[in-house]
């Protein structure tokens, strides 16, 4: 299921109008099951003293083919010395995520004997003194260092994890030279940064970070400078500078590196201003402009990526007149306006955008006439006007859509005077209502009815 759906999936009181089949949950290790008492034991004594088993929050996807038992979250301020010893126990440990654990203690010791352990998380665990230790778990591919006191001395120790695929280092009191250290890691693809100074030359070479696809710093701290360093690394495909104080000028240059496809400065005090470039980004798949000032005068220049297929700008400052220049945009596949002061005039713009699948509109001041304007758009799969002013008989415009599959229609004022128009869209397989004017049980017997609609004949 694409992105656009999933902020859905969890509501409960779906009106399903086709076949469904039941959404999977993430991916996660097994919960521990019965089997082998003296097991059982160890696990029961172990939840005592502080330990979660079945801890699913990876850096990797790799998860999913963890055993039982092998994924644990670690209170360390409630870990006895016994308890560590009971934890090499456990067979095929694979996660640990070590929370209040200082460096003393047996932790050290019992890091040293998990020979399968495969990611590692510390918040508010270890120091440098305790990252000699990690250096010597090679079979590590991921680690999350978080709120500790591991400067770039610590990160120096990863050197020696020539089998490290991720890397997220969040509030440390690190700098541009644990980039110095992580830079020789072969198989190093994805690295997140947050709250460092990453200011100043990196002095990169050629051959650094040779795997890295993957790059997302966040902070206050991370300018143009550091995005005239980021520039450097020629094979990057995604970057996120979130949170930063980032402008227009390293906006274009991030974007016109030569293999980019994902780019998202989202949250970053970026003013609205041309983003000019000497050449069009003709790789950059996706734009997330989502809380910046981006507007109007940014769109002047939105020709600058022909192959966007997924633009963001939620919660940014387009217009009606700036909507316009999206009709340049022939590639365009999701297009999120969220939280705009777009209105039905400006939507109309959009009837030219013969590729665009996915519309949304949440919070914004549309009503049912911006119906006349969404019909137009065959190609259209899934359209959110949650919290909007949508309802009335021009509803029974969506069922003109051939492909749509989807509608969100969350805090609408839409009514029982509605639901003859409501009732055209059987086809539709989802439509969503909740927090409307319709009773519960006017949900109930529109759920009814598409139940029994889909089964006809018209509507398989």
């Avoid at 005592?48 to 360390?76: H, K, M, T």
């Avoid at 998380?121 to 591991?150: F, H, W, Y």
Wanted: net charge negative.
């Amino acid at each position: 299921m694409r992105r656009g759906f999933l902020s859905f999936m969890a509501v409960s009181a779906v009106l399903v109008t086709a076949c469904m089949v039941s959404a999977q949950p993430p991916g996660a290790p097994p919960m521990p099951v019965g089997g082998d008492p003296e097991l059982e034991r160890i696990v029961a004594t172990l939840e005592q003293g502080g330990c979660l088993f079945g801890y699913g929050a990876s850096l990797s996807d790799e998860i999913v083919n963890w055993p039982e038992y092998g994924c644990i979250r670690v209170d360390g301020a409630k870990m006895q010395d016994s308890h560590w010893e009971l934890l090499l126990q456990l067979p095929s440990v694979k996660l640990l995520s070590l929370h209040n654990t200082p460096s003393a203690g047996k932790v050290r010791n019992c890091l040293r004997q998990l020979p399968q352990l495969s990611e590692l998380q510390l918040d508010k665990s270890l120091d440098d003194s305790g990252m000699s230790t990690v250096a010597e778990i090679p079979s590590l591919e991921a680690i999350r260092i978080a709120e500790t006191k591991v400067s770039d001395h610590g990160i120096w120790y990863l050197e020696e994890l020539q089998n490290l695929k991720h890397v997220e280092l969040e509030t440390l009191p690190v700098t541009q030279q644990s980039f110095h250290y992580l830079k020789r890691l072969p198989r190093l693809s994805t690295l997140t940064v947050s709250d460092a100074d990453l200011s100043g030359p990196w002095y990169l070479q050629q051959g650094d970070f040779p795997s890295l696809g993957k790059l997302s710093l966040q902070g206050e701290k991370v300018t143009d400078e550091v995005a005239n360093q980021v520039a450097q690394l020629k094979g990057l495909i995604e970057i996120r500078f979130e949170g930063t104080k980032l402008s227009m000028t390293g906006l274009a240059q991030l974007a016109a590196m030569p293999n980019v496809e994902e780019l998202s400065v989202s949250k970053s005090t970026l003013a609205d201003a041309p983003c000019s470039m000497p050449s069009p980004a003709n790789k950059l798949l996706m734009l997330d402009l989502s809380h910046t000032a981006a507007g109007d005068q940014f769109l002047t220049t939105v020709s600058n990526f022909p192959q966007l297929e997924t633009l963001d700008l939620s919660f940014a400052q387009p217009t009606d007149r700036g909507l316009s220049q999206l009709k340049s945009l022939n590639q365009l596949h999701v297009l999120r306006l969220n939280n705009t002061s777009v209105t039905n005039a400006g939507i109309a713009h959009l009837e030219c955008l013969s590729g665009l699948r996915e519309i949304h509109l949440n919070d914004t001041q549309l009503d049912g006439d911006v119906l006349d304007h969404l019909a137009k758009i065959k190609t259209l799969e899934w359209i959110d006007l949650s919290n909007t002013k949508v309802a009335g008989e021009k509803l029974a415009k969506l069922a003109l859509l051939p492909n749509l599959r989807g509608v969100a229609l969350f805090n609408t004022p839409i009514s029982s005077s509605d639901l003859p128009y409501l009732r055209k869209l059987a086809r539709v397989d989802e439509v969503y209502v909740d927090g409307s004017q319709l009773s519960i049980d006017e949900q109930q017997q529109l759920r009814e009815f598409y139940a029994t609609a889909k089964t006809l004949p018209l509507h398989r």
